[in-house]
C-alpha cells in the first residue's frame, strides 16, 4: 500500500488484473491521477464483464468471501505458536478485502470512490451496527437512516476527520479482540477452521451492510 506512492503508469500492466473483477484504489495512498486514472482504465475492462448489476455484486462478494475464509483458514492453522505471527496477517489482509468489496459495491451502485465522501462512508461500514454511535461522537445526530443519500450530505470536513479517528480507534479494538474469541483457536487446524469460518461470515454481514448503505 505504501509503496503505491512512488507508482508510475508505466509500471501497471493489463495482466496484474487478470482473474479479478473489481479495482479498489485507497485515495489518500495515491496520490499520482495519471496512476489512478491507469488504474480505473483496466479494472473497468473487468467490470464490464458484468455490469453495474447485481449479479456482478453477488459474483464479488463470493469471490471475496473465499479469499477472506482462506485467509482465516491459512493463518489460523498453526494455532497458539504460530498467532504472534498469523494474526496480525489475517486482520490485515482480512481488512483490506473487506474494504475492497465495500468500495467496489459503492462503484457498482455509481458512487464516486474518489469522492471523501463516499470514503468516510466506506469505513462507516466497517464498525456495522455501532454506526450510530460513531456518528453521534463525530456531531451528527438524530440520525436514524444511515443510507448513503441521508449520510452524505451531512459530511463535513470536520466531521469526517472525526469518524475517521473513531473508526480507527474501534479497529484497534477489533484487532484486540479477534485473536482471543476463542480457545479453540489456539489448536492447531481447528483453529483453521474456525479462522476460516469466522472471515466467512464476516464478509457476509459486511456486504449486506455495503448494500444497504450504498443502495
Do not use: W
Amino acid at each position: 500500500l505504501g509503496a503505491a506512492l512512488e507508482l508510475v503508469p508505466e509500471d501497471l500492466k493489463p495482466e496484474y488484473f487478470e482473474g479479478y473483477d473489481y479495482f479498489h484504489i485507497e485515495g489518500y495512498l495515491v496520490q499520482n491521477q495519471a496512476t489512478i486514472r491507469r488504474a480505473v482504465e483496466l479494472a473497468n475492462e473487468y467490470i464490464d464483464r458484468y455490469g453495474r448489476t447485481e449479479l456482478a455484486i453477488d459474483k464479488l462478494v463470493s469471490c471475496q468471501r473465499r479469499k477472506c475464509a482462506t485467509t482465516g483458514f491459512v493463518t489460523g492453522l498453526g494455532g497458539l505458536v504460530s498467532i504472534p505471527v498469523t494474526l496480525p496477517a489475517d486482520l490485515y489482509s482480512s481488512l483490506v478485502i473487506q474494504v475492497n468489496m465495500i468500495v467496489a459495491i459503492a462503484v457498482i451502485r455509481g458512487y464516486d470512490v474518489h469522492s471523501e465522501e463516499v470514503k468516510t462512508l466506506v469505513f462507516l461500514c466497517i464498525v456495522g451496527n455501532s454506526i450510530g454511535d460513531v456518528l453521534k461522537q463525530a456531531g451528527i445526530k438524530a440520525v436514524t437512516d444511515y443510507t448513503a443519500k441521508t449520510i452524505i450530505p451531512k459530511l463535513t470536513m470536520i466531521v469526517s476527520q472525526r469518524i475517521a479517528a473513531k473508526v480507527g480507534s474501534r479497529l484497534v479494538v477489533k484487532a484486540s479482540t479477534k485473536g482471543l474469541s476463542s480457545a479453540a483457536k489456539m489448536i492447531p487446524f481447528l483453529g483453521g477452521l474456525i479462522g476460516g469460518a469466522y472471515n466467512y461470515a464476516e464478509v457476509s454481514t459486511y456486504a449486506n451492510i455495503a448494500r444497504e448503505r450504498f443502495n
